[in-house]
């Protein structure tokens, strides 16, 4: 059965107030393009670079606001709506970079918190540290939703292709990479790392984004992107401001890319073999 999917592209600030009904006017534009499956991108409620203001307005799970709207927007509009992940305060005083996905009545139907923690130096002179502030995750999972079996990811998880491997083989159809990567990565390395999960898998990926400059001083780089599992981008959007990209996710398109290319059914096991050295005319014994 196929449906159709929205990313929503944001520029979030440093309000979680303002950014839930940014996100509100923008998850009910993608409503009203027909998306059954709206995703909007990594950290929707909140983009502070600076930790101890961060801190002052967090909230826990019960008591977000982005968690909030997020379920309100589902059951008014009848969707499957995905807050990419939005920051939450969690009891023992660090943060969890955590995703939500709510059914059409309004509940939680799944929640990922991030694995891979972005601990990076850039050639820029950009540094983070997101293991300093937040808890990462440990548990992957594929949901099977009425119109697609759906696995998750955000942002840098995408550089770990195990992740959605593993998801892939475990059934998963369509993969989410809701993002805020910074603009030098993104120019370097976005656009054909979405295209080579979804490639590698056979697989839909729907990645909203985070696009321009923000409050607090970070360039993100856009290009919201949904991909086919070919490698086809489907829709795409700009380098800055706010977008609604909308796409059609037929599933059977995965079964088709399977069936021309089983390299799920046709990986196998191999050992890895660290070798000392070699020799004249041959490989060190």
Not at 82 to 90: D, E, N, P, R
Not at 121 to 137: I, P, Q, V
Not at 173 to 201: D, S, Y
Request: proline share 3%; aromatic share 6%.
């Amino acid at each position: 059965m196929s449906f159709k999917a929205a990313a929503v592209q944001m520029c979030s600030g440093v309000d979680p107030v303002k950014n839930a009904a940014a996100m509100a006017r923008l998850v009910r534009a993608a409503a009203g393009q027909g998306a059954t499956y709206v995703q909007t991108p990594e950290m929707t409620g909140m983009l502070q670079r600076d930790r101890t203001a961060a801190r002052a307005v967090l909230a826990d799970e019960a008591h977000d606001i982005i968690v909030k709207t997020g379920s309100e927007l589902a059951r008014e509009l009848g969707i499957h709506m995905h807050v990419g992940s939005t920051a939450i305060a969690l009891a023992d005083g660090k943060i969890a970079n955590r995703g939500f996905l709510f059914g059409p009545d309004g509940k939680i139907l799944n929640r990922y918190d991030k694995i891979h923690m972005f601990d990076v130096d850039l050639d820029n002179g950009e540094s983070w540290r997101e293991s300093a502030a937040y808890t990462a995750g440990s548990e992957a999972r594929v949901l099977s939703l009425p119109f697609a079996e759906m696995g998750f990811a955000i942002c840098y998880d995408v550089r770990f292709p195990a992740l959605f491997r593993a998801q892939a083989v475990a059934g998963a159809e369509v993969m989410t990479v809701p993002a805020a990567f910074t603009k030098q990565t993104g120019e370097a390395h976005w656009e054909i790392l979405l295209r080579a999960r979804a490639i590698e898998n056979g697989v839909f990926v729907i990645a909203a984004a985070q696009a321009g400059r923000h409050e607090d001083g970070r360039e993100t780089f856009g290009h919201s992107m949904i991909v086919d599992p070919w490698g086809t981008v489907l829709a795409s959007a700009g380098a800055t401001g706010e977008a609604v990209i909308v796409a059609e996710i037929d599933p059977s398109a995965v079964k088709a890319a399977h069936d021309k290319i089983p390299n799920l059914r046709n990986g196998r096991e191999f050992s890895v073999e660290r070798i000392a050295g070699a020799i004249a005319g041959g490989v060190a014994a």
